[in-house]
């Protein structure tokens, strides 16, 4: 199939840059294909930018990137319609969010007004400036980062911003075999610097475009929809699953499907993915007696929910 052969071409290439970390990479370029989102929380230094960067650069398209920060204005990421003095009228000058791929660096860091202009635009495709309506164009992904650990000058994403990424992805650390290879590479130069593109603009659209065909039968439709049901009435969970976040597992596992070769879905591609896809999305009940993430409760709920199998 082709979209594997290029998202094989599209991991190898990321590789020469990122090191030992082969499943968080087919994790993102699940995203992608899914037409969806991603936040990268990790502590500092682990890849997080480094990755999208390779992303970006593996990718024949448009890149833009955004440092947030307390000061920054939502006028800042979306654009200004300013006055033109020669041409005696207004005209929109675009922010960068008006890029193929985005990458958002420490989006927590924005305060809530410029973490909202993101909203639109990751939701419905589109922003929204002085009531004109500008469509972003095709592609459109967002890398954003976040540090899980640095509180002072941040502003924690609300739940309907998290809601919009497909995905929660972390890098963590590597080995000591890996960091040494990582030493080696960097050494002498920075590899990020020497990575061409493997796959154009057009590729990937007709990749996103062949995702949505692959097959998912009824009875997967329902083990997904019983996992998300299962989140919505969890002792441990203020909010499940929305509805936006079972479309975007199904996206997803249709996407992971495609990457490794298949025309049709798995149960077990719904229960690899769906603590990525919904563990940031359920709201924790806050108590001193329940350390558990959205992540390790989503995982609790795929081990009671029973897997389909097939009837010889």
């Known amino acids: 199939m082709e979209i594997k052969e290029i998202a094989e071409k599209l991991k190898d290439n990321i590789e020469k840059v990122i090191v030992g970390k082969t499943e968080e990479i087919r994790l993102l370029l699940t995203a992608v294909l899914a037409d969806g989102h991603v ?4 502590v500092p230094g682990t890849g997080k930018t480094v990755l999208a960067k390779s992303l970006a650069r593996s990718l024949d398209v448009s890149f833009g990137r955004i440092q947030f920060t307390p000061d920054l204005l939502p006028s800042d990421v979306t654009g200004i319609n300013y006055y033109n003095q020669k041409e005696q009228d207004f005209v929109f000058r675009a922010g ?20 909202a202009s993101m909203l639109e635009c990751m939701a419905e495709r589109q922003v929204t400036i002085d ?43 590597p080995a000591m075999d890996q960091e040494k290879e990582i030493l080696h590479r960097y050494m002498d130069g920075n590899p990020l610097e020497e990575l061409k593109p493997v796959c154009t603009k057009e590729q990937l659209l ?6 949505r065909k692959i097959f998912v039968h009824e009875q997967v439709q329902e083990y997904l929809l019983r996992v998300a049901e299962e989140s919505r009435k969890h002792e441990k969970l203020l909010a499940g699953a929305s509805p936006r976040a079972s479309l975007d597992l199904l ?49 609790e709920i795929l081990g009671k929910v029973p897997v389909p199998t097939e009837a010889f």
């Open 206 to 211: 007709d990749m996103q475009s062949g995702v």
């Open 96 to 115: 960068p969010v008006f890029a193929n791929v985005i990458l958002g660096d420490e989006l927590n860091r924005a305060t809530p007004r410029t973490q």
């Open 251 to 299: 996206r997803a596992s249709q996407a992971y499907a495609a990457i490794n070769g298949r025309e049709f879905v798995l149960p077990e591609d719904i229960k690899y993915l769906a603590p990525y896809v919904l563990g940031h999305r359920v709201v924790v009940c806050p108590s001193y007696d329940n350390p558990q993430t959205g992540q390790e409760i989503v995982a």
């Open 131 to 173: 009531g004109k309506t500008v469509p972003m164009a095709k592609p459109f992904l967002v890398i954003a980062t976040q540090n899980p650990l640095e509180t002072a000058g941040t502003f924690p994403l609300p739940e309907a911003q998290l809601d919009r990424f497909l995905m929660k992805l972390s890098v963590g650390y």
């Open 39 to 42: 936040l990268l929380e990790d």
